[in-house]
């Protein structure tokens, strides 16, 4: 993940501290900005937080009003923004748990 980032170092830090001060605002980024595509576009942090549910129906309300009153912009349902439970990574795909959370989220 920190070497997709723009500003990862691609010839290494000049130093252990350089090194200590990138990923220390690598994380604070990913934790606190990164909205994640597998959480429903929520930081991890508000996850961790708990804050992810009321984010997420404040969000669903707005696209329920934004569809009301502009019908015309969706050809169907609005984004799913249910809050995603279980995130897994790297799942096995063989799994019962992985894919009965596949189908549900399919659903």
């Known amino acids: 993940t920190c070497k997709y980032r723009p500003d990862y170092p691609m010839d290494g830090y000049e130093s252990l501290s350089a090194a200590q001060q990138w990923v220390t605002g690598f994380v604070h980024w990913y934790d606190h900005e ?8 929520v930081t991890p942090g508000q996850r ?8 997420l129906a404040r969000r669903d ?13 969706w050809s169907g349902v ?22 009965r959370d596949q189908r549900l989220e399919a659903a």
């Open 34 to 41: 990164h909205r994640h595509s597998a959480i429903r576009f």
């Open 61 to 73: 309300a707005i696209y329920a009003e934004a569809k009301r009153q502009h019908p015309g912009r």
């Open 78 to 99: 609005t984004r799913n923004w249910t809050p995603r439970r279980t995130v897994w990574l790297n799942p096995d795909q063989n799994d019962p748990l992985v894919q």
């Open 48 to 55: 961790h937080a708990g804050q992810d549910d009321a984010v």
